[in-house]
């Protein structure tokens, strides 16, 4: 390839390259939001529902301490929910009253208790863990990765083939309007609308140049013609 089919292609193929990466990249980073999203809801849908539970028991008008249920409740979500890593209820004070699992670690997501009066009694601290989530993003975005560079390396090829084919194309036309210009032998495979339209250029500059010898000597005969006495 000449020098100035890279100088032309490079940049486009970059640009290409660039835009399928970030295409690739926002990808990435919505199945991510989507997930966690998700994930969000649906914990909050078992954590609204161990508030339901235990806020039974506080309507009753007993004290958290005394909610006998409490800590089965938690253990039995957290066995059923591999994503969860620890539950903890705490009191009015931030106190932890019940607990299982690590809770030290994670996410967390809370949820305020209060009895049928609206007066606060503690909350409920969930914390989760995101390891399935990324382990399904790391293996989506190594598949993406993959399928971009396949994309991009075969755009690439495709935009050089074009980019090649053009700059022939164009040096072909430049040949044949500067061999029918030049009045010289048509190049291998000339292009016949340029060899047509150079052939008209030259007709009417070979035109012009005749009426600009024929004004010439027309001025000088009558330069000539004044000078005689």
Aim: no cysteine.
């Amino acid at each position: 390839m000449s020098r100035l089919s890279v100088t032309i292609s490079a940049p486009i193929i970059l640009i290409g390259v660039l835009a399928i990466a970030l295409n690739a990249y926002l990808s990435v980073g919505k199945l991510d939001r989507t997930l966690n999203e998700l994930e969000q809801s649906r914990l909050h849908l078992i954590l609204d529902d161990l508030r339901d539970n235990l806020e039974t028991g506080l309507d009753l008008g007993l004290p958290l301490k005394s909610l006998g249920n409490a800590q089965a409740a938690i253990e039995r979500e957290a066995r059923q929910d591999g994503a969860i890593v620890g539950i903890r209820v705490l009191d009015a004070d931030g106190a932890p009253v019940f607990s299982t699992g690590d809770p030290a670690h994670g996410a967390p997501l809370r949820a305020a208790l209060s009895n049928n009066l609206g007066v606060a009694m503690g909350a409920i601290e969930l914390r989760y863990a995101r390891q399935a989530d990324e382990l399904s993003v790391a293996a989506y975005a190594d598949q993406l990765a993959r399928a971009a560079a396949w994309i991009a390396a075969t755009g690439a090829l495709l935009a050089l083939a074009a980019i090649r084919f053009w700059m022939r194309r164009i040096g072909r036309t430049v040949d044949t309007i500067a061999s029918t210009l030049d009045r010289k032998p048509p190049p291998p495979h000339p292009d016949p609308e340029a060899a047509i339209l150079a052939g008209r250029a030259r007709e009417r500059a070979d035109h012009a140049l005749r009426e600009l010898e024929q004004a010439t000597r027309a001025m000088r005969e009558a330069s000539l013609q004044r000078e005689r006495p």
